[in-house]
């Protein structure tokens, strides 16, 4: 077992999930809430993809389309926590980042990657949030033109575990994450 006390290995386990996320669908970082900040100040959270995890660059990746309710928020503030809860390690892990958007040929050499059948989340008319006459009153185009990477640099981790006794901490990137803990 390793020593509750060691901050290192607390972020050492917080990104091990982070990456688990990235590369299995059952993972429970897999689908992270992402919370915004609407234009007119109402907060907004959906569950996203987490598409990549980088602890080197410090970043997280996920993929929207360029027409939703998410990319007005962004632009309007650029600041987005993401959230995960793992039930099986009683970790929560709080990502606050800020997003850089990237759509059109930035973007290009994802969009040959996203298979087929995940390209139709990329694309519909009318754009997403829009009223419609009944469940079915939209057509899906899988189109690159609305595919959107969205880099989330992140600039604090927060991890509490609930386990006896709880812990958490919380990691800055501006202090080269050495991390601190904090009373849960």
């Known amino acids: ?8 290995a607390f ?20 689908h992270p809430v992402f919370a915004t900040v609407s234009p007119d100040g109402h907060p907004e959270a959906r569950t996203v993809v987490l598409r990549a995890a980088s602890r080197s660059n410090g970043t997280v990746e ?10 007005t928020s962004l632009r309007a503030n650029p600041l ?30 994802r969009w040959h990657n996203v298979s087929d059948g995940s390209r139709m989340a990329y694309g519909a008319t009318p754009r997403p949030g829009t009223p ?15 595919f959107t990477v969205l880099t989330c640099r992140i600039e604090s981790i927060e991890l509490m575990q609930l386990a ?14 050495k991390g601190a803990w904090w009373v849960p």
């Open 80 to 109: 987005a926590h993401l959230v995960i809860w793992d039930e099986k390690s009683n970790l929560q892990i709080r990502l606050s980042t800020s997003v850089t958007i990237q759509q059109g040929e930035a973007v290009a050499t």
């Open 164 to 177: 006896d006794p709880h812990r958490r901490a919380v990691f800055n990137a501006l202090d080269g994450w």
């Open 11 to 30: 972020l050492d386990l917080g990104w091990r999930h982070l990456t688990r996320g990235v590369a299995d669908r059952h993972a429970a970082a897999r």
């Open 62 to 71: 996920i993929h929207t389309d360029g027409g939703s309710d998410k990319i």
């Open 132 to 146: 419609i006459a009944n469940a079915h009153a939209y057509k899906k185009l899988a189109s690159l033109d609305w």
């Open 1 to 8: 077992m390793t020593d509750p006390n060691d901050l290192a």
